[in-house]
Each structure stands twice: as structure tokens, then as C-alpha cells.
């Protein structure tokens, strides 16, 4: 629901975004729950509404889901390492996630991808910054991708061991008219077809087609470039469509038919809390949305924090009624 509201208002670094709020959920849950095991009931719900939900939804997302929910119940068990809990979750899953990122690009475009950027990078270090030849441009480019990240889940940490506090010293009336007008006016019904994405509609994607496009154009323009950067540019191309024709063909609709059928067991024990979930979906959506709107005008790492409190506050504490079915 939080990356469908982050993509309906362009946010960037929607992934950073939606790990780093699992990062806020987790540890809240492990801050206020009495009884054990309680994040791992959490993310069994959470898995069990995404089957539900998205059923495109590929199977790393399962993945990434399952090892945060082990990894928070593991750390958020002795509630007295709260703190530092926070810190090393935060920064353990934002640095996991980079590296899946990277762990994906190489099984798909292979060391290839590398090699090109490693190119590519040299050519416009020469011809424009005349800085001369740099080694591993793209190892550069990959320990800085995952040092943001690890960065970037060591604030989200931090942000989540004072979360409980900001909430507790955080005064605001609670304004469920403005909210029940936002669910009205189209949140409420509003039903999006979500298709599946191909490798090709990513930016990801689309980048390292245009990479390898320009590379095989340049061999045939400069010599710096051999025909062999051509050849190997356009075999990366066909290598990752027969890859992603394998993944989402026959493997990946296996690995969704083995996760429905491990859940399938589970869905009547959970059944309830599934079906309030869901019920309450359209109203959580409604309330993020309006809370990223009155935050505006804000610099942005206030706002952040406005928004991440106000929204918290909203649906921890508005009397919020579920819709009878």
C-alpha cells in the first residue's frame, strides 16, 4: 500500500523508502509487544495479504520480507538493547537490500554489465574530465551504492530507537473528517490493476539497455572501443532476456505456487486479523496521503519526521472503525 502511494507521488528511491518503513514497523512491534514471536505473526500476515494482494509480486520480495521478520524477532527479543537493536537492524537490512540488488544484476546481465561500466566509465573519464584511465570504476560505483544504503539504514535506525519517544512527546488532534473526505473522494474504491513489470519497463532496466546500445554505437565510431565491447554488449542483452523469459515463465510462478501452498495452511488461523487488514487498507492509505500533504512546504528531513510520526500517531491512535462487509 506504501509504494503505491510513493509511486502516485513520484517520490524517489521508492525501494529505500518502503525497507527503510519496514525498518519503523518491526521495531515498533518489537517495542510494544508483549509476547514472543509477535513480529514473526506480523510478517506471516504481511506475507499472507501480499499472496493475496499482489499476486505478481516476485518471489525476492517474499524473500526479503521472510529474512527481516527473522532477523527483527532474533534482535528486538531482549527489549533492553532497544537502541542499539534499532541501529543494527536498520543497517543490516538496508545494506542486505543493496546487496540483493547488486546479487540480481549480476545473475542476470553477468560480470559483462561490470566489465561494460568499467568501460564505458574510463571512456567518459578520459574524453571529458581528461582524468586518465580509473581501475574498477564499477566497484567504485557498487561500494558507493551500498555504502548509501548502509548509511542510510544507519539514520533509519537511529530514527526508529527515538520513534517510540517522538510519538509519546508528539501532540496533535486527530482529524478523521479530513481523512474520511481524502477515503471518499477515491482512495476508498479506487482499484488498480497492478501488472506484472518487465526487466525492460525498470530503470534499471532501461539504463542498461541504453549502456549497451551506446557502447555497440561507439565501437563503430572511436577506436578506443574494440568490436569485442560491441559483441559482448549485445550478448549481456540476449543473456538477460532468455534469463528473465526462464524467471518468469518457470521458476518464478513455482516459487509463488510454493509459497501459496505453504500459506494456504495458515490463512484460517490468521484469517481474522488477514481480513481486518485488508478491510482497513483503503483508511491507512487515505491517512498517509494526508499526512504527506499537510507536511508540506517543510524542509525535507522535517517533514520526513512529521510525516513519519503524524502518520504513526494517526493509526496507532485514531479511533478508527473497520468497514462492515
Do not use: C
Not at 108 to 125: A, M, P
Not at 276 to 299: D, E, K, M, Q, T
Amino acid at each position: 500500500m506504501l509504494g503505491g502511494v510513493l509511486h502516485a507521488f513520484h517520490i524517489p528511491l521508492t525501494g529505500l523508502f518502503i525497507n527503510g518503513s519496514s525498518v519503523l514497523f518491526i521495531s515498533l512491534i518489537g517495542y510494544y509487544s508483549e509476547n514472543r514471536r509477535e513480529i514473526l505473526k506480523a510478517t506471516l500476515i504481511v506475507l499472507l495479504i501480499k499472496a493475496g494482494v499482489s499476486p505478481y509480486t516476485p518471489p525476492a520480495a517474499y524473500f526479503a520480507v521472510s529474512i527481516q521478520g527473522l532477523l527483527g524477532e532474533i534482535l528486538f527479543r531482549p527489549k533492553k538493547f532497544f537502541y542499539i537493536s534499532t541501529v543494527i537492524f536498520g543497517t543490516i537490512t538496508l545494506t542486505l537490500s543493496s546487496m540483493q540488488k547488486i546479487f540480481l544484476l549480476t545473475l542476470v546481465y553477468g560480470t559483462d554489465l561490470w566489465e561494460s561500466l568499467n568501460r564505458f566509465g574510463n571512456y567518459i573519464s578520459e574524453q571529458f574530465f581528461f582524468l586518465g584511465k580509473i581501475d574498477n570504476v564499477s566497484f567504485i560505483m557498487i561500494g558507493f551504492y551500498i555504502g548509501f544504503h548502509m548509511l542510510s539504514g544507519f539514520i533509519i535506525g537511529i530514527m526508529a530507537s527515538n520513534l517510540p519517544g517522538w510519538i509519546r512527546e508528539t501532540h496533535i488532534e486527530i482529524n478523521m473528517e479530513k481523512i474520511s473526505k481524502i477515503q471518499n473522494s477515491g482512495y476508498k474504491n479506487r482499484k488498480k490493476k497492478r501488472k506484472r513489470k518487465l526487466w525492460i519497463q525498470r530503470p534499471s532496466g532501461i539504463l542498461i539497455l541504453v549502456l549497451a546500445v551506446v557502447i555497440v554505437i561507439l565501437t563503430y565510431i572511436f577506436p578506443y572501443f574494440s568490436k569485442t565491447a560491441g559483441f559482448r554488449a549485445i550478448v549481456m542483452i540476449v543473456r538477460s532476456i532468455i534469463i528473465m523469459s526462464i524467471w518468469f515463465f518457470f521458476i518464478s510462478p513455482w516459487f509463488v505456487k510454493f509459497y501459496k501452498k505453504f500459506f494456504k495452511g495458515k490463512e484460517n488461523k490468521y484469517s481474522k486479523e488477514v481480513s481486518s487488514a485488508i478491510s482497513l487498507l483503503p483508511l491507512f492509505r487515505a491517512i498517509v496521503v494526508y499526512n504527506w500533504r499537510i507536511s508540506g512546504g517543510i524542509f525535507f528531513l522535517k517533514r520526513v519526521k512529521q510525516f513519519i510520526v503524524n502518520t504513526f500517531i494517526y493509526i496507532l491512535f485514531a479511533d478508527i472503525k473497520e468497514e462492515k462487509k
